[in-house]
Nanobody, 121 residues
Framework: QVQLVESGGGLVQAGGSLRLSCVASGRTFGNYVMGWFRQAPGKEREFVGVISWRGATYYADSLKGRFTISRDNAKNTVYLQMNSLKAEDTAVYYC???????????????WGQGTQVTVSS
């Protein structure tokens, strides 16, 4: 069993930055690819990016260059650094423990509760 707790969301002006954190409990953190997804009001949940145990990353094309995922395996924590934020980045951001290295939600074993990010224009 893995529990995921996100933090770091909030209100930021367009052009600003935020760093989200996701802390995982449980001894099997290393068994999973960790991912970030987001869901804006009235829209489907959208892939942001993933990171493997060894630090390989894969991002949604539209977010490359602005968003960076990293992980600290010793702290069971994965991070999402978001720069040059835009109003359209406003969403609830979810951390996920996945079984494969890709953008699908079909293989998500565990979800976090989500953290709200609001970007004011």
């Amino acid at each position: 069993q893995v529990q995921l707790v996100e933090s770091g969301g909030g209100l930021v002006q367009a052009g600003g930055s935020l760093r989200l954190s996701c802390v995982a409990s449980g001894r099997t953190f290393g068994n999973y690819v960790m991912g970030w997804f987001r869901q804006a009001p009235g829209k489907e949940r959208e892939f942001v990016g993933v990171i493997s145990w060894r630090g390989a990353t894969y991002y949604a094309d539209s977010l490359k260059g602005r968003f960076t995922i990293s992980r600290d395996n010793a702290k069971n924590t994965v991070y999402l650094q978001m720069n040059s934020l835009k109003a359209e980045d406003t969403a609830v951001y979810y951390c996920a423990a996945k079984r494969t290295f890709g953008g699908t939600t079909n293989d998500v074993a565990y979800w976090g509760q989500g953290t709200q990010v609001t970007v004011s224009s």
